[in-house]
């Protein structure tokens, strides 16, 4: 199993009125084929923003400052931070996202069958084309007379878009929306019949109902499936999840997590989940990594993280954790503000185990033990 | 849909009733006598004002004069101009196309440009094409348009000889106003091509450049910056960032995703922008010689002609009602949220 995608030495910077916010310094990781990651850290870590850099979509005024995303394809690792030609070939079709909120990840003014279908157009047209012309030439072969002339034509059609070769006139009238709507009806029937098997998959119930609708005559749990169906419509090799159950109440969480795992199985692609729900990391996860202050602390498998965290903060976070019959421990403290961020290690005014050091030098994610990463002066050696 | 549809005309009725009542409450002040004079077309008939208050029954208890007053205004009696010596419905029927040209020329014109450079301004946030866009839209805002139009006329019509004020020249409007000529709208625009002059057509064009211009600039900036505000709002929903994310193209992201979420609060302003250009654009039409209602209606109010100005207020009325129907309209055909309240 080797690596799909390495985020190296990643920097992101918001440039508002009360200063540079130092959203991300460094942070690295890996994610290997077929695992699920988990992300997990407090609200302001830079766990959304992690997962919004990998696709470059920080919105103004965030900027990406230093570091390479390289995405695996084939043998060779591409920088798309560098290359917006492929960075547009790969987002929905090979890493897509679904985001935290699936009431506002969705158009309002756009049906369902609208918005998974854009997808399908963006980035699976050439295979709708083909099995629209094969169907033609199935029909071609029973037809007759004057239908045989019209199924001839729309050959004519559908041939020419496959190849990009359609005359300008042509070109022109299929402008026309209404002529649009009439020359590529067949297409259109195409897309929408996956549209609705996609919609089944994710176990939408009636789905060609559903497709009609529109988002908010949807429930939250039926909203997210739509999300993960626009996300999966491409068959992602890495799909992005940013806190996708933590708007959603406890029982539809737990549906929306079932869904996860088993398109996990069927599809074979790789997850990032971010969340700040440990139980979700124990239940979803192959490995995890925790993020504090824009920084990454430790990354492990996820066993081994639960049995023997290193980092104070995972410490602290685990012990966080309610247990009933417990007396709950906070950490002290707040999350700073990264405006102005500590010094050295981002964590050392909360860290009860803090060192002269601590506030001088930033740790380096160092392997510890075999898989196990851990940036803290605690373990030097 | 249809529902809604059903649901918003039925809403006329009690608006419409509702305005009726208004203007009619407005007519009480006069006293019988004052009202009978409304229909006098010749003063030397003021010695039959007896007969005229039997006949519009203006000494009956109310309610028989609201139904009197409401059956006549539905058959189209409101009274007679003075100022211009016809019935006043006869005088909207004169006056209003040419009003109607002009707002048909300067809204879509207005509108179009208007959400084209609130959308590149919104884009390019905070950049010099944000800045000189919102500069430009402000700077037309804020000029009188009586400035504007004099301006515009003293160097296309006193400079460069184009472009003359009016509605037509002399030798044309005698073609016009000829019986060889059929007026189907007039408008001379419409009715130039309706009957194949074209001529004609290019010369009522040529009048109508510099006040569509005068509009255009004065209003513009109104829709700029509604679209331009809604734009900013649409551009950082997380819509918009998934809409990205799928892999779209910058441009359908925006004119499709963002755009469209943007378009309700100019639909608004744009309704009421077009009820408020036909119920009078006095100063443009004043300075440009053309004779439009806001012309008709401005002279009336200074002539105390009282039915004009009446009859002008429930036309403007009637209108502000059928603008605000077909925004409701329009705002369910874009934001299916409002189809299914």
């Known amino acids: 199993m080797g ?357 001088k030098e930033k740790p380096e994610l160092r392997e510890i033990k075999k898989g196990h990463y851990v940036a803290c002066h605690l373990y030097k050696r | 849909m249809r529902a809604y549809i059903a649901r918003r005309l039925l809403l006329l009725v009690p608006t419409l009733i509702g305005l009726s009542i208004l203007i009619f409450a407005v007519l009480q002040v006069f006293s019988p006598v004052e009202r009978a004079a409304l229909y006098i077309r010749d003063p030397k008939a003021a010695k039959n004002i007896g007969a005229i208050i039997r006949k519009y029954h203006l000494d009956a208890p109310l309610y028989v004069q609201y139904f009197t007053w409401l059956s006549e205004v539905l058959h189209g009696n409101l009274g007679w101009s003075k100022s211009v010596n016809m019935p006043v419905s006869e005088a909207i029927k004169t006056f209003l196309p040419a009003t109607v040209e002009l707002v048909a020329f300067s809204i879509p014109l207005t509108v179009i440009v208007g959400i084209y450079l609130g959308v590149i301004s919104a884009t390019h946030k905070d950049k010099a094409l944000d800045h000189a866009t919102r500069a430009l839209a402000i700077a037309g805002w804020s000029l009188p348009s009586f400035w504007l139009g004099l301006v515009l006329i003293s160097i296309f019509y006193g400079g460069l000889k184009i472009f003359p004020p009016g509605r037509l020249s002399t030798e044309h409007s005698i073609v016009v106003n000829s019986p060889g000529f059929i007026r189907y709208t007039g408008m001379n625009t419409i009715d130039a091509l309706l009957n194949g002059n074209l001529e004609i057509f290019l010369d009522a064009l040529q009048h109508l450049i510099l006040p569509t211009i005068t509009l255009t600039t004065i209003n513009i900036a109104l829709i700029v910056r509604i679209m331009r505000s809604g734009m900013l709002e649409s551009l950082s929903k997380n819509y918009v960032l998934a809409a990205r994310a799928k892999g779209l193209p910058e441009k359908v992201v925006i004119n499709k995703h963002a755009r469209r979420n943007a378009l309700i609060p100019v639909i608004t302003v744009s309704g009421l922008l077009t009820a408020g250009m036909l119920s009078g654009v006095v100063i443009t039409e004043t300075v440009f010689n053309y004779h439009g209602i806001g012309y008709w209606a401005a002279n009336a109010a200074t002539q105390l002609d009282i039915p004009a100005v009446l009859g002008f207020a429930i036309f403007t009325g009637l209108l502000f009602i059928f603008a605000n129907l077909i925004v409701d309209l329009l705002y369910a055909y874009i934001d299916p949220r409002i189809r299914l309240e």
Request: charged share 25%.
């Open chain 1, 3 to 359: 690596e799909i995608l390495k985020v190296e030495d990643l920097k992101v910077r918001f440039y508002t009125y009360e200063g540079i916010v130092k959203a991300l310094e460094g942070v690295n990781l890996d994610v290997l084929e077929g695992e699920t990651l988990g992300i997990v850290g407090e609200t302001g870590s830079g766990k959304t923003v992690t997962s919004l850099s990998i696709l470059v979509l920080i919105p103004p005024p965030g900027r990406i400052e230093e570091g390479k995303i390289l995405f695996r394809r084939g043998k060779e690792f591409l920088d798309f931070l560098r290359n917006t030609q492929v960075m547009y070939q790969i987002r929905g079709k090979e890493i897509s996202m679904v985001f935290q909120e699936p009431n506002a990840a969705l158009n309002p003014v756009y049906t369902v069958g609208d918005q998974v279908s854009e997808v399908l157009v963006l980035h699976r047209r050439k295979e709708f084309l083909k099995k629209t012309v094969e169907e033609i030439e199935e029909e071609l072969e029973r037809g007759t007379g004057f239908k045989k002339f019209l199924l001839r034509i729309e050959k004519k059609i559908y041939s020419g878009m496959l190849k990009e070769q359609l005359p300008l006139a042509l070109r022109f009238l299929l402008k026309v929306p209404i002529l649009n709507r009439l020359g590529k009806s067949r297409f259109n029937k195409e897309v929408r019949n996956e549209v609705v098997n996609i919609l089944r998959e994710m176990g939408i119930g009636d789905p060609e109902r559903v497709v009609d609708m529109y988002p908010h005559e949807l429930s939250g749990g039926m909203q997210q499936r739509v999300v993960i169906a626009m996300a999966l419509a491409c068959n992602p090799k890495l799909l992005i999840a940013d806190e996708p159950t933590t708007s959603l109440d406890v029982t539809v969480q737990a549906q929306i997590l079932d869904l996860i795992r088993e398109l996990k199985e069927k599809f074979k692609s790789s997850i990032i989940y971010v969340t700040h729900d440990m139980g979700v990391i124990a239940e979803l996860c192959d490995r995890v990594a925790v993020m504090y202050a824009g920084t990454i602390c430790e990354v492990a498998n996820v066993l081994e993280l639960f049995k023997n965290p290193l980092h104070p903060y995972t410490k602290a976070l685990l012990e966080s954790i309610p247990k009933p019959g417990k007396e709950l421990k906070a950490i002290r403290g707040t999350v700073p503000n990264l405006v102005d961020p500590p010094s050295g290690c981002r964590f050392h005014p909360r860290c009860d185990y803090n060192m002269p050091i601590c506030s």
